[in-house]
C-alpha cells in the first residue's frame, strides 16, 4: 500500500552532521503526519520527531536544538537534518507515515515504516 524507503545513514564523527532522507510511493493514500523515530542497542523505539500536514513540528526534548523535521508533501517526502551529533545519538532510525489508505477504518490513520537505517556517532 506504501512504501517507505530511506537513504542517508552512517557513520559520522562526534559533533558531525547527516541527513536523513525518507520517500513515500504507492497508490490510493493520503499521508498525515510523518516522522522518525529511534531505537538503540538495548532500548526500544520512540519518537525523535515528527510533523504535520501543516508542517508543524515536535521533537524529543533530547534532539531538540540540534535536529530539524521537514517535508516535502508533494514528493511525499520527509527529511531529518541531525546537527551536532552524540554518541548517544547512534541508533537504528525509523521513518513512519501515518497514512490513510483503502483499508484504514473512518477516523484512523495507519502506520507505516521505513526499513531502518543505521546511524552511528563515533567520539
Known amino acids: 500500500q506504501v512504501q517507505l524507503v530511506e537513504s542517508g545513514g552512517g557513520l559520522v564523527q562526534a559533533g558531525g552532521s547527516l541527513r536523513l532522507s525518507c520517500a513515500a510511493s504507492g497508490n490510493n493514500f493520503s499521508i498525515n503526519t510523518m516522522g522518525w523515530y529511534r531505537q538503540a542497542p538495548g532500548q526500544w523505539r520512540h519518537l525523535v520527531a515528527a510533523?504535520?500536514?501543516?508542517?508543524?513540528?515536535n521533537y524529543a526534548d533530547s534532539v531538540k536544538g540540534r535536529f530539524t523535521i521537514s517535508r516535502d508533501s508533494a514528493k511525499n517526502t520527509v527529511y531529518l537534518q541531525m546537527n551536532s551529533l552524540k554518541a548517544e545519538d547512534t541508533a537504528v532510525y525509523y521513518c513512519?507515515?501515518?497514512?490513510?489508505?483503502?483499508?484504514?477504518?473512518?477516523?484512523?490513520?495507519?502506520?507505516?515504516w521505513g526499513q531502518g537505517s543505521q546511524v552511528t556517532v563515533s567520539s
Open positions: 513512519n507515515a501515518k497514512a490513510v489508505v483503502p483499508t484504514t477504518p473512518p477516523g484512523y490513520e495507519t502506520d507505516f
Open positions: 510533523i504535520t500536514i501543516g508542517k508543524s513540528a
